[in-house]
Structures are given as C-alpha cells and as structure tokens.
C-alpha cells in the first residue's frame, strides 16, 4: 500500500464507512418516510408511529453523533414492535459505529434472513454487515458479503464504494478501483468514489487519478479533504519536471508507452504535454503569472488534448472522465473550474475571483450538476 493512500485508508477505514451509509440515509430521509408508509400500507412492515416516531429521533440522534442515545430509542421502538426491520436496520448501523461489530453481524444475518428480498433496507443491511465484518478484520468475508448484496442490489453504489474499501485494505488495488469505478458509475456525484479511484491509481496513473480529483473537487470544494486532494493535485501536476540547482528543468517523459497502437486508458501523449507545459512554469514569458493563473493554463492544456482524443481511445477513464472534461473545455468552463476546485487553498486572488464571478459559478454548479453520465 503506498504511503499517501495508506494513511487516508488508515485514518478514515474506523469511520467513513458507516458514515458513507449514514450520510446516504440522511439524504435520503423523506424517500424513507415515503418507504415506511409504503410498506405500511402492503403490510410487509406494518409499525406503529409510536415506533416511526422513536426511529425518527434515534435518525436524528445519530445524526448529531449521540449512538448511545439513538440505540436507546431505536430499542425503545423494538419493544413497541419486536419484529420492526426498519428500528432494527438503524439498530446494526448504530452498532458499528458504537464499534460492537459482533452484535451488528448477528443482527444483520437475523435481518437478511428473515426480510422480503425486495425490502428498500435490506440493500442497506448488506453494507452495515460487510462494513461490521472488514472492521473486524475480516476483509475477505466482508467482500463476500458485499457481492451477495451486489447480486440482489447492483444499482447501489455503496456496496461497490465499502467493497471497494475492503479490497484496499487486502492490498487487492486493481480490484478496489473496478470497485471504484463501478460505484462512480451508478453514482457520479459521490465524492468519496472519486476519492478512492484518485488515491489509489494516483502513483500509476497519473492522468486519471488528476481527472478523479478533478471532480472530487468540484463536488467537495471545501474541508479537510479537498485540503488533502488539492495538495496532492498540485503535487501531480508538476511531478513530470525537475527544478535543477543550476537553474535548469528536466522533464521526464515516459516513451515507453507511446505507441501508434491504441490501448486501455492511454494518456501517454497528454501526460506529456502536460508535463511541457509544467515545465514551462518557469519561462522567462511566464514569469509575471500568479500562480493560479499558471493552474489554470495546465487544465488549459489538459481538457485542450483530451477534447482532441476523447473520440479515438477507449478505456473507463476516457470513456467516462473524458466525455465530462471534454464538454467543459468545449463550453470554456476551464477557468471557473480551476478557481472552483482552488477554494481550498486559501489564495486571496481565489477568494477575490470566486466572490466577483458568482454567476459564472452558478452558471458551473448547474451544468455540472446536471451533466449526463451516460457511458452507453
């Protein structure tokens, strides 16, 4: 495991993957709300709204990080109704994140065996067991479970991101980002998917693992983590040159894969462009460019050489990245990205233009967030 990625894993495997499920519940409240009343009606979990109510205020405990208070209340719902799946699937959530993982694990097998193979939760109990399993240390029993709940629920993406999880905790890295990659497909805007294709390819891909920061930084502008990935954005940036002593610059090119012959997720002829134009960073013409400014020239060349290629290489990156990059190049969108995905930095020259170009973010924001993922 490299060591940029091996600290994030390590720093965020405790937490981020009950969170990942949590933070998607939340989003996703009312559809809940909806889901309950649903299943209300067919009678497959008829509850009372004494019951809903106490798994509403155990939701809303959790939320403000109180799980020893939201277990109380989802316990208090259980002894209202004692088969209640919903009180009993925010139960097992509650309990990895109490780290009891052994309770969680036979919750989950009671919840998986005994619920309608089509209940909306049961998606989410799959996670919460392979989630309680890899925390145990039982990465590869976790990704067993995982593809069992991916077979029945392939259209959700946090089976792919966890499982992806557990993949990079077993070393397996070329499994974890096809896990990576399979959950940023169903789900384009998760930011922690871009996240994990980004740091693991990073020191063997340079190119995608810029395009997977690019828009995780566009979808997480701000915080700790587009703190973390914008450093290490900058970082591959420049990789490709040498600031010698003398004052010198040594570009290093990789001709190894350049090749007539088309291949998977070739950016052989755009890193090095990218790399030339890096170098150029220190050229007498560019001297009076502020830094963002030079930033913004490099995306410049980039989205330049990807809008020329997209049509003729093949691969996942090009294909789904590229697609994106291109059309934003197209539509001159390149500065305001490269201001957007700067916010982090704390350069006033970003803040000052970010504050002046409000509707030129807007304008960003809508189309990106709109943008068609389609790969068909």
């Given amino acids: 495991m490299s060591g940029l990625f091996y600290a994030l894993w390590k720093s965020y495997k405790k937490g981020i993957l009950y969170l990942e499920n949590h933070y ?13 009343a649903f299943l209300l009606t067919l009678n497959l979990n008829a509850q009372t709204n004494s019951a809903y109510d106490l798994i509403e205020e155990g939701i809303e405990l959790f939320d403000r990080g109180d799980f020893e208070g939201a277990l109380e209340k989802y316990d208090e719902a259980l002894e209202i109704e004692e088969n209640n799946l919903g009180a009993m699937s925010e139960k097992a959530n509650t309990l990895v994140a109490l780290g009891r993982y052994k309770e969680a694990v036979k919750l989950c097998k009671f919840l998986i065996k005994e619920s309608p193979d089509k209940r909306f939760d049961l998606r989410l109990d799959y996670t919460t067991y392979g989630t309680a399993l890899d925390l145990m240390g039982k990465g590869k029993k976790a990704v067993k479970i995982y593809n069992k709940g991916i077979k029945k629920f392939p259209g959700y993406y946090l089976l792919h ?21 399979a959950s940023v497909k169903v789900n384009p805007i998760h930011a922690s998917s871009h996240n994990g294709i980004a740091r693991v390819s990073y020191s063997v891909d340079k190119i995608p693992s810029i395009l997977a920061l690019g828009c995780f930084l566009v979808i997480e502008p701000t915080g700790q983590r587009a703190e973390q990935n914008l450093e290490l954005l900058e970082m591959l940036l420049s ?37 030339m134009s890096a170098a150029l960073d220190v050229d007498e013409s560019n001297k009076e460019k502020t ?21 003729t ?3 996942f ?20 990205f490269s201001y957007i995905i700067a916010s982090s930095s704390g350069d006033k020259e970003v803040t000052d233009w970010l504050e002046a170009n409000g509707d030129k973010v807007d304008e960003f924001n809508s189309w990106s967030s709109t943008y068609n993922w389609n790969m068909d």
């Avoid at 004052?247 to 070739?266: A, W």
């Avoid at 400014?293 to 330049?304: A, D, G």
């Fill in 24 to 36: 998607n519940k939340n989003n996703m409240k009312k559809i809940i709300a909806i889901t309950f």
């Fill in 239 to 275: 990789s490709g040159i040498k600031r010698n002593d003398d004052g010198s610059t040594t570009i290093f090119l990789n001709t190894d894969n350049i090749s007539d012959k088309k291949r998977e997720n070739d950016f052989s002829m755009v890193e090095m462009i990218l790399n």
């Fill in 317 to 336: 990156y090009w294909e789904f990245y590229g697609p994106y990059y291109s059309e934003l190049h197209a539509k001159e969108y390149t500065e305001v």
């Fill in 161 to 181: 991101y966890n499982k992806a999880i557990a993949l990079s905790g077993l070393n397996k890295y070329e499994d974890a980002i096809e896990a990576f990659q």
């Fill in 291 to 311: 830094k963002q400014q030079l930033f913004t020239e490099k995306f410049e060349t980039l989205f330049s050489m990807i809008e020329e290629q997209v049509e």
């Fill in 313 to 315: 290489n093949y691969g």
